[in-house]
């Protein structure tokens, strides 16, 4: 999946061969541009709606897949097959971003009470600093997403995502380097990539080390209750940092900030096959054929609007 100033493109491969792609424009929201435009905001603000839309996508995906499972077996009649298909359109229209959204935000819940309980339950009672205790927190929450991450992965489904997961990052470099999105070029660069998300969820946690330091705590409830209080700020400051670091990538010393979500990206990103990074190939360039499509558009009506205005 790639999303463009104005589109958001993913591709899939039929089991025929066919590379089909779905298509959403992205809907113009005054308060929600107002809002990505208020630093600490526009992070969460940023992070809900790839949620939505990504779930939107995978929807998508799966709705391909599963049509397909069942036109192989023949258990379904092809108007059955069109029914069902529309119902899960409309399942997708009015319920699927709502979902991503929630679980995202349960994941994090989880994620950021479990650590914390753990931490408290098993150190509190030997290590008195609250530094110190912070840091344990924090290594407690960095292993517990790494074994989530590759036990996740070791599933042949996960897998495949992870690998077109790389594929979209060759596909990146490849088109910032200015070079023909080919195979060959493509498969050329690195699975890793600077903007990844993955560099958001590490240095969320390095961030909430920081953030959690500066407020104490009397038992365990009080702790799990602080940090999920500061969820949003802790998402906020991470966002805000990711942008620095992506600014600052290209200075020699300052480079080297961005690694932690590097690290993490070898374990979300797989190298793909060349068939993969030609459903990626597709998918970028048809959402930079639908961005350009969209500024022409506007373009033109520009035009139109500074002649009548004469």
Request: charged share 20%; aromatic share 10%.
């Amino acid at each position: 999946m790639f999303g463009g100033r104005y589109s958001q493109v993913t591709a899939i491969r039929r089991k025929d061969g066919r590379i089909e792609t779905y298509e959403v424009f992205k809907k113009q929201s005054p308060s929600l541009d107002f809002l990505k435009k208020i630093p600490m905001i526009r992070g969460i603000v940023s992070l809900i709606e790839a949620s939505a839309s990504g779930a939107k996508h995978l929807q998508f995906a799966s709705e391909k897949f599963e049509l397909e499972e069942d036109e192989d077996e023949n258990e379904v009649s092809s108007s059955q097959a069109e029914a069902e298909q529309k119902e899960s359109k409309l399942v997708m229209i009015f319920g699927v971003a709502v979902v991503g959204v929630l679980s995202l935000l349960f994941g994090k819940i989880i994620f950021t009470a479990l650590p914390a309980f753990l931490a408290s339950v098993l150190f509190d009672r030997y290590v008195e600093n609250l530094i110190l205790q912070n840091l344990i927190e924090g290594a407690i929450k960095t292993a517990l997403l790494l074994t989530y991450l590759w036990m996740i992965s070791q599933a042949p489904l996960i897998k495949r995502v992870f690998q077109y997961h790389g594929a979209e990052h060759k596909v990146i470099s490849t088109y910032e380097l200015g070079q023909e999105l080919t195979v060959k070029n493509v498969q050329k660069q690195s699975t890793l990539h600077y903007r990844c998300g993955s560099s958001f969820i590490i240095l969320s946690i390095i961030v909430g080390v920081i953030v959690y330091s500066f407020f104490s705590y009397d038992n365990v409830w009080d702790r799990i209750l602080t940090r999920l209080l500061l969820i949003p700020v802790v998402l906020g400051l991470s966002y805000e940092l990711l942008r620095a670091t992506n600014a600052v990538r290209d200075i020699p010393v300052l480079t080297y900030l961005g690694y932690p979500g590097l690290w993490l990206q070898k374990l979300t990103t797989r190298e793909p096959t060349d068939e993969q990074v030609e459903v990626a190939i597709a998918a970028f360039k048809r959402m930079l054929e639908l961005d350009a499509r969209v500024e022409g558009e506007m373009a033109s009506r520009q035009a139109t609007f500074a002649h009548s205005s004469l």
